[in-house]
Structures are given as C-alpha cells and as structure tokens.
C-alpha cells in the first residue's frame, strides 16, 4: 500500500456542518458538552460552528458563545467559519485561533450559498482573510462543491485549481475539498485532487464527503491512496447544507475512524467513547442516525488489517 498515510487527522464537523440542518436546535450547553466529549475522545481538531447571520441559519446562532466558552486556553484545534469580515470580526472578539473561510468552486452554488459568484465571492473575502491574518489567526479553507454542484453540474478540475489558488493567496493554510452534495465518485476524487496535487504541491490537502450515494468511504480509500491525511466528518453521519438540494450527511466520524482502524491507520480517537457520544446525540436529535456502526449495538472487535497482502 505505497503512499498510504500511517495516521490522518479527523475534523469533527458535527456542531457546525452537522447541526446546521437539524430541525431540532440544541441547546448551547448541550454542545458544549458534546465538544468537551470529543475531546476526551482524542479528538484534535473540532469545528465548532459558523460566524453567519443567525436569521439566515439559527442553528449556529450561538457560536459566539461556543467559541467563548471553548477557545479559552484549550490545545486543540477548534475552529469556526468565516464567510466575510462581519464574520471575521465576530471570530477576533470570540477568541479563535483557527479560521476556516469557505468558497463554492461553481458559481451556482456560490450564489446561493454566499450570494454572489466564486470570483466576486473570493473578493469578499479578502479583508476578512487580511483582518484574521493580522491578528495571526491560522488559515485555512474549504472549497465547497469542488466536485459536482447542484446547480452547475460537475465542477471542471480547473475551477478548483484556481480557486486553491486564490485561497493561498489569500495566506490559507491547508485546503478542504467539498463534495457537498455527496455525488462525487472515486474517480472524481483522483481527477480533482491530482490535478490541485500537481498545482499546489506544498498545500496540505483534505477532503469534506458527504454520503449521498454511499460512496464517501471509497473516496476515503481512493483519498488515502493519494496521500490526503485530512479528513472531515460528523459523528453518526449528521448533516446536509441548507443551500444544496439533495445533499445528505457527512462521512459517518464512527465509520470513517473504524475504516481507519482495520486498516491500521491511526486516528488517535477511541472508538468506544465515540459511540457512547454517538448515543448521546441520538438523544438529543431524536432521530435514527445514518453511521453504519449505528446499526449495530457496539463497536466491533478490531479486525486489523494492516496490508493487502494480509488477505488471501
Ligand atoms: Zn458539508
């Protein structure tokens, strides 16, 4: 298994991507608690809500209060989105260290996720980037329906080069790739990633998977093969957008980290207390879970599979 990582970093979306989208709005100390969990856990790099206009979704109106309550001298990597410098500001007086702006790479979902066109999108984000890099925050980015947008169709290789291309530019850190619909193939992985591979060799590089058509853990694979260590999920594969028709929730955090496992990489997350946070949000939202490991009563015994040559 040339190129396979050893260990990947695994960004728990649910406060953010996750409970955007829930009819039910959890209460703050609920969160909060659920934060404290993934901690615990080992989770090391937390997304922890979104500095958007609390009309447009209410769900994250409390991620001011969040980021208060969690950013004040934790190690971890906890991060918020920005979208603007309203946004940006909010995030400075909250006390987040980390930043992750997002862009769409199509156009139609630019417009109706930010309102205006990638181009003019990445525009306004500039003096939030300048604001956030002066005050030393770290940068990084998600570009969102970098692989099919509802609107446009499939997003051209190209498109999402020039956008990472212009997020560097505006000091990001490492990128995200979005299927944020959830109807990216394997093969969409390896066009799209290589093609920003080859452009932006010393971006490091991750992926954001919805699981629309059940293919979030082979672009997983297919990820893993091409040397991406950084993945986002949701824990019991929560999630949608609200400006995406169609699109389901996130790569499952419980099924994604026990892929990782039997396959011998390392996530740093126990396995055993994420399924008993699991249980905890099944509580809270009320609702059956979409994580394959929520079908089943406990998390099985490994079964480690550390190459292919292990197989017969
Ligand atoms: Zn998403």
């Known amino acids: 298994m040339n190129g396979m990582p050893d260990q990947v970093l695994i960004t728990e979306v649910l406060l953010r991507d996750g409970l955007q989208m ?9 969160k909060l608690r659920l934060a404290y969990g993934f901690l615990k856990a080992g989770v090391t790099s937390l997304e922890i809500g979104s500095f958007v206009h609390p009309d447009k979704v209410p769900q994250m109106a409390d991620t001011d209060r969040l980021a208060t309550e969690l950013c004040a001298g934790e190690a971890a990597s906890l ?34 996720n930010a309102g205006l066109p990638t181009r003019q999108a990445l525009d306004r984000l500039r003096p939030a980037a300048e604001a956030l890099t002066d005050a030393k925050v770290q940068l990084e980015a998600t570009i969102a329906t970098a692989f099919v947008c509802p609107f446009d169709g ?25 299927d944020t619909i959830g109807a990216a193939s394997p093969w969409h ?20 998977l919805h699981n629309t058509y059940g293919m979030a853990s082979a672009n997983v694979w297919e990820a893993l093969h091409l040397g991406i260590r950084r993945f986002d999920a949701a824990l019991g594969g929560v999630g949608g957008c609200p400006f995406a028709p169609g699109a389901a929730g996130n790569i499952a955090t419980d099924d994604l980290v026990n892929l990782c496992h039997h ?23 009320g609702r059956k879970l979409d994580s394959a490991l929520a079908a089943v009563p406990a998390a099985p015994a490994p079964l ?9």
């Open 22 to 30: 829930e009819p039910v709005i959890v209460p703050t100390d609920d």
């Open 79 to 112: 991060h918020a989105l920005v979208f603007n410098e309203k946004g940006a500001r909010r995030a400075l007086e909250a006390g987040v260290r980390h930043v992750r702006l997002i862009v769409s790479a199509s156009d139609g979902h630019s417009r109706a």
């Open 154 to 178: 499939e997003t051209p290789p190209g498109r999402v080069v020039d956008t990472a291309h212009r997020l560097a530019g505006l000091g990001v850190s490492a990128l995200h790739l979005g």
């Open 189 to 208: 992985i390896r066009r799209t990633v290589t093609a920003v591979q080859d452009e932006l060799r010393d971006m490091p590089l991750g992926l954001h």
């Open 263 to 285: 396959a011998g990489i390392a996530t740093g997350i126990d396995v055993d207390q994420l399924v008993a946070l699991r249980d905890e949000l099944h509580a809270l939202l």
């Open 304 to 312: 480690r599979v550390t190459a292919l040559s292990d197989i017969p």
